[in-house]
């Protein structure tokens, strides 16, 4: 039988083993729990590697997986917080990029269908579209209408990584998290060539730290994208896009009726300008679609603007003169 010493020097037979094993097993109950607590609102990540995406969506037409030892310029641009080319920002360690620039595809997607997914970790503000994005072929993003779908399924905290897709079609985009729809985005413009880009005011004025995993892109210019050429195209109420690895229900192209969550960005409670040029400047709003020669003010400023937008946190006037001009 093992013995034990205590600090009078005489032994001890090694009763107390359960003890120290109970001990032992509530000091790890509370570590778990103490692990778990903090990452308990994110959304568990999916596991996509388990998950052949092509064999869903067909061959890919874009895919980066960053296994070269530097970030492959020939595929991606890294661009400052005003939309100018930046000196560094990106590095690849371990088959990971870490970026903290804007990073954007140089190929544009032409098909009116795709489909495209990024597995990211990175702590940002609400919105997933600071993770993953898509920009129109003015650089911004496409004109239209926001709204959350089921609450806005939003992980900010960074801890893990998680699956972000984009479903864009002629009429919407649909941002996904983890295989669950999380915003949807009625365009106001159908169709148009298409830019992927990733950490887009994560912070809501500029790019932050980043990790990527990969990312990947599947297109068709008459259908949702599919591994199975001889498919039809889906009818008007067939589900788009298609269910995910985790199978939760997708979400039609109409808009939800029920309002957003006060907690999270609600686009659609916020007016939008008219179409033509208004008399009376209304105060600049993030997620309002505006028009050339719109009126906004910012901070008592008058300002009007130069370009039609869909405006976001982090685009305030006085940033973007390539936008907006001082009346």
């Given at each position: 039988m093992?013995?034990a010493?205590?600090r009078t020097?005489?032994?001890?037979?090694w009763?107390?083993?359960?003890r120290a094993?109970?001990?032992l097993?509530v000091?790890?109950a509370?570590?778990?729990?103490a692990?778990w607590l903090p990452?308990?609102s994110?959304?568990?990540?999916a596991?996509?590697?388990?998950?052949?995406?092509?064999?869903y969506y067909?061959r890919?037409?874009f895919?980066?997986?960053f296994?070269?030892?530097?970030?492959?310029?020939s595929?991606?641009?890294?661009?400052?917080?005003?939309?100018?080319?930046?000196?560094g920002g990106?590095?690849?360690e371990?088959?990971?990029?870490?970026?903290?620039?804007?990073l954007r595809t140089?190929?544009?997607?032409?098909?009116?269908?795709?489909?495209?997914?990024?597995?990211i970790?990175?702590?940002?503000e609400?919105?997933?579209?600071r993770a993953f994005?898509?920009?129109?072929?003015?650089g911004r993003v496409?004109?239209?209408t926001l709204?959350?779908i089921?609450?806005?399924?939003?992980?900010?905290?960074?801890?893990?990584?998680?699956?972000y897709?984009?479903?864009?079609s002629?009429q919407?985009v649909?941002?996904?998290?983890d295989?669950?729809?999380?915003?949807?985005?009625?365009?106001?413009?159908p169709g148009?060539?298409?830019t992927?880009v990733l950490?887009m005011?994560?912070d809501g004025?500029?790019?932050t730290?980043?990790?990527?995993?990969?990312?990947?892109a599947?297109t068709c210019p008459t259908?949702?994208?599919?591994?199975?050429?001889?498919?039809?195209?889906?009818s008007?109420?067939?589900?788009?896009?298609?269910?995910s690895p985790?199978?939760?229900p997708?979400?039609?192209?109409?808009?939800s009726?029920?309002p957003s969550?006060?907690?999270?960005?609600?686009?659609?409670a916020?007016?939008s300008?008219?179409?033509?040029?208004s008399?009376?400047a209304?105060?600049?709003?993030?997620?309002v679609?505006?028009?050339?020669?719109?009126?906004?003010?910012?901070?008592?400023?008058?300002?009007r603007?130069?370009?039609a937008?869909?405006?976001?946190p982090?685009?305030?006037p006085p940033?973007l003169?390539?936008?907006f001009?001082k009346?």
């Amino acid at each position: 039988m093992h013995e034990a010493r205590h600090r009078t020097g005489k032994p001890s037979s090694w009763w107390i083993r359960p003890r120290a094993a109970a001990m032992l097993a509530v000091a790890t109950a509370g570590l778990a729990v103490a692990i778990w607590l903090p990452g308990r609102s994110d959304v568990a990540s999916a596991d996509v590697h388990k998950w052949d995406a092509a064999a869903y969506y067909g061959r890919s037409t874009f895919q980066d997986n960053f296994n070269e030892s530097a970030l492959d310029l020939s595929k991606w641009s890294l661009l400052r917080d005003d939309g100018g080319p930046a000196d560094g920002g990106a590095r690849i360690e371990g088959g990971e990029l870490h970026v903290d620039r804007l990073l954007r595809t140089k190929r544009s997607f032409t098909d009116a269908f795709g489909h495209a997914e990024a597995r990211i970790r990175v702590s940002r503000e609400n919105g997933v579209w600071r993770a993953f994005a898509v920009l129109d072929e003015t650089g911004r993003v496409p004109l239209g209408t926001l709204d959350t779908i089921d609450g806005g399924i939003d992980p900010t905290s960074g801890r893990t990584f998680h699956t972000y897709a984009i479903d864009w079609s002629p009429q919407t985009v649909i941002w996904s998290v983890d295989g669950k729809p999380s915003l949807r985005l009625q365009r106001s413009q159908p169709g148009g060539p298409l830019t992927l880009v990733l950490n887009m005011a994560t912070d809501g004025q500029s790019a932050t730290d980043m990790t990527v995993d990969f990312v990947r892109a599947f297109t068709c210019p008459t259908q949702p994208p599919s591994a199975d050429p001889s498919a039809s195209a889906p009818s008007s109420d067939s589900p788009w896009p298609p269910h995910s690895p985790s199978d939760s229900p997708a979400p039609s192209d109409s808009p939800s009726d029920s309002p957003s969550p006060s907690d999270s960005p609600s686009p659609s409670a916020t007016p939008s300008p008219s179409a033509s040029s208004s008399a009376t400047a209304k105060a600049w709003a993030a997620f309002v679609s505006y028009q050339v020669g719109d009126l906004v003010t910012y901070k008592g400023v008058t300002y009007r603007v130069l370009e039609a937008h869909t405006s976001l946190p982090g685009w305030e006037p006085p940033k973007l003169p390539n936008l907006f001009a001082k009346v």
